[in-house]
T-cell receptor, first 111, second 117 residues
Framework: AQKITQTQPGMFVQEKEAVTLDCTYD???????LFWYKQPSSGEMIFLIY??????QNATEGRYSLNFQKARKSANLVISASQLGDSAMYFC????????FGKGTSLLVTP | DAGVIQSPRHEVTEMGQEVTLRCKPI?????LFWYRQTMMRGLELLIY????????DSGMPEDRFSAKMPNASFSTLKIQPSEPRDSAVYFC???????????????FGQGTRLTVV
């Protein structure tokens, strides 16, 4: 199973600034996917972005982009132009047949 | 589609009682997962079904936990007898998997918050 590591328990960012949330993974499988989910205080799990191991370009979805560095085994999430509503827990997950989640990073966006 | 539907949303029960959590996956999805979320252990995969068949239940904590998927539109997670340490949020997720591994997002239900007193 793929191991996912998120080393930042908590992060602060000022509104309208960009923030990077770190994620490293460890797998011997040549084919895998990496996912980011957002969990606001209401508790639901919201899919943000996906990167496949064979994708040539970094994934982007609106204000979210994934900085995928295969050699470093990292898949960092970049949120541009942070908004107050971005305050939440963010989970990185790696896939085999199921998602293995990291411990998460709590992001607080301040005015 | 209404998404993945879980019931109940909240459950409070006394230690020793049987608890049944329910999940209706998205129509057409062939894989279903049960996860448990706690502060201490994060999100843990409990069991994975593919085409209604349990493929991996190595994450099920102990014999008190059991899961079934009698058809493609319904799954249950049962805890009998329940203990205070089972208190957690239980998520069900579904996906349409094709080929090898996951290349599209898993859709999560709203979760069931279980409290065992």
């Amino acid at each position: 199973a793929q191991k996912i590591t998120q080393t930042q328990p908590g992060m602060f960012v000022q509104e309208k600034e960009a923030v990077t949330l770190d994620c490293t993974y460890d797998t011997s499988d040549p084919s895998y996917g990496l996912f980011w989910y957002k969990q606001p205080s209401s508790g639901e799990m919201i899919f943000l972005i996906y990167q496949g191991s064979y994708d040539q370009q970094n994934a982007t979805e609106g204000r979210y982009s994934l900085n995928f560095q295969k050699a470093r085994k990292s898949a960092n999430l970049v949120i541009s132009a942070s908004q107050l509503g971005d305050s939440a827990m963010y989970f990185c997950a790696g896939s085999g047949y199921a998602l293995n989640f990291g411990k998460g990073t709590s992001l607080l966006v301040t005015p | 589609d209404a998404g993945v539907i879980q019931s109940p949303r909240h459950e409070v029960t006394e230690m020793g009682q049987e608890v049944t959590l329910r999940c209706k996956p998205i129509s057409g999805h062939n894989s279903l997962f049960w996860y448990r979320q706690t502060m201490m252990r994060g999100l843990e995969l409990l069991i994975y079904f593919n085409n209604n068949v349990p493929i991996d239940d190595s994450g099920m904590p102990e014999d008190r936990f059991s899961a079934k998927m009698p058809n493609a539109s319904f799954s249950t997670l049962k805890i009998q007898p329940s203990e205070p340490r089972d208190s957690a949020v239980y998520f069900c997720a579904s996906i349409q998997q094709g080929g090898r591994g996951m290349n599209t997002e898993a859709f999560f239900g709203q979760g069931t918050r279980l409290t065992v007193v």
